[in-house]
C-alpha cells in the first residue's frame, strides 16, 4: 500500500525559510509526478509546484521565484525549500504523487506570522 507522509511544516516569521519533505513508501512501480498544494482555511485546494519524472517543474504564480521544488527519485522524496515566507502562504501543505492514481499525504501546517 503506498503511503505518502509529508513533514517539515512549523511557524516561521514573515521573510523566514522552511523546507517540507515528502516521502513516498510501498510503491511497487516508478513515480510519476510529484507536487505540493496547499489550502488555506476557507478556501480551496491549489496546486503550489509540481515535478515530472523527467525534473520538468511548473510553480504557482504566487510561489514563483520564492519556492524551490526538488526530487531525490532514489529516495522516493520530494522537497520543497520555501524561501521569503509570507503570512499569505500559511496553510496545510500537502503532497500529491502519482503512480496511475494520485496519492495524498495527511498535510503539514505552515504558519507565517506577521
Known amino acids: 500500500q503506498v503511503q505518502v507522509v509529508e513533514s517539515g511544516g512549523g511557524l516561521v516569521q514573515a521573510g523566514g525559510s522552511l523546507r517540507l519533505s515528502c516521502a513516498v513508501s510501498g510503491s511497487r512501480f516508478s513515480i510519476n509526478a510529484m507536487g505540493w498544494y496547499r489550502q488555506a482555511p476557507g478556501k480551496q485546494r491549489d496546486l503550489v509546484a509540481r515535478?515530472?519524472?523527467?525534473?520538468?517543474?511548473n510553480y504557482a504564480d504566487a510561489v514563483k521565484g520564492r519556492f524551490t521544488i526538488s526530487r531525490d527519485n532514489a529516495k522516493n522524496t520530494v522537497y520543497l525549500q520555501m524561501n521569503s515566507l509570507k503570512p499569505e502562504d500559511t496553510a496545510i501543505y500537502y503532497c500529491?504523487?502519482?503512480?496511475?492514481?494520485?496519492?495524498w499525504g495527511q498535510g503539514t501546517q505552515v504558519t507565517v506570522s506577521s
Open positions: 500529491c504523487i502519482t503512480i496511475g492514481n494520485n496519492y
Open positions: 515535478i515530472t519524472s523527467g525534473g520538468n517543474t
